[in-house]
Nanobody, 114 residues
């Protein structure tokens, strides 16, 4: 139904920052809510953040105050700004359109380590 490509992951020290990017095919970010999920080794995939079509946001308790989800509809792009990163944030991060479902992409690896 849609194609999403994540990028921006990398290796950072604790307390550092990264900005993840989700590039979408077509003008979907303006008409659907979008979300970021993550999956750490040995853990279930978990919801990290959601942005609605009106711009409202919701976050997992573990990232509140540190992560910010945003969108640029003109660029068909959704972002996840991650600040004050902790080792427990290490995971593969994925973007998704919850109402449409569909398969998961490759994601982008975030590693927080000294």
């Amino acid at each position: 139904q849609v194609q999403l490509v994540e990028s921006g992951g990398g290796l950072v020290q604790p307390g550092g920052s990264l900005r993840l990017t989700c590039a979408a095919s077509g003008s979907i970010s303006s008409i659907y809510a979008m979300a970021w999920h993550r999956q750490a080794p040995g853990k279930q995939r978990e919801l990290v953040a959601v942005i609605t079509i009106s711009g409202g946001t919701n976050y997992a308790d573990s990232v509140k105050g540190r992560f910010t989800i945003s969108r640029d509809n003109a660029k068909n792009t959704v972002y996840l700004q991650m600040n004050s990163l902790k080792p427990e944030d290490t995971a593969v991060y994925y973007c998704n359109v919850p109402v449409l479902g569909g398969s998961w992409g490759q994601g982008t690896q975030v590693t927080v380590s000294s």
